[in-house]
């Protein structure tokens, strides 16, 4: 099984960022977790982290055919990119949508999520736990595809 983790915009600057939100643990330290997790499952997975909307595009675009699952923190763009929204449904990957915080307890703004009708479902507030949850999802329950 082949995932495909992929990270919007400023999550690179996880540990440094308010930390009071998102906490003390750093980018690289949350690649750590998530690969010493998928060794654990057996799992095949490829990180990767991208500020900019049409780069995540890409990424997810070169996925079809390739990987088997996707588990996505679209961050900031999660509230308004329909552009992300459509790449996710294009490619027809079983898709689990990851946030750090629990954006429903947030601003307004952030309450709405534009990706997620795109995805399996969502999971919001765990922190770097929401990662792995979506790892043991896809190993528990497989990759089922329309
Ligand atoms: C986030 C929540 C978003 O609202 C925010 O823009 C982020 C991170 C999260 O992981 O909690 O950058 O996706």
């Not at 915009?9 to 010493?36: A, D, F, Q, T, V």
């Not at 429903?104 to 009708?117: D, G, I, K």
């Amino acid at each position: 099984m082949k995932i495909l983790v992929i990270n919007g915009p400023n999550i690179n600057m996880l540990g440094i960022r308010e930390k009071k939100i998102y906490g003390n643990l750093s980018y690289p330290k949350l690649i750590e977790m998530i690969e010493e997790k998928s060794k654990e499952l057996k799992i095949q997975i490829e990180c990767f982290q991208n500020n900019i909307e049409g780069e995540i595009i890409n990424k997810i675009q070169s996925a079809y055919a390739e990987y088997d699952g996707i588990i996505i923190n679209p961050a900031a763009y999660t509230h308004y990119s329909i552009a992300i929204l459509d790449a996710i449904k294009s490619v027809s990957i079983p898709t689990i949508e990851v946030h750090l915080s629990n954006i429903h307890s947030r601003e307004e703004f952030r309450h709405r999520s534009v990706t997620a009708s795109a995805c399996i479902g969502q999971i919001s507030g765990f922190g770097p736990y929401g990662y792995l949850m979506a790892l043991d999802y896809f190993k528990e329950m497989g990759v089922i595809n329309e």
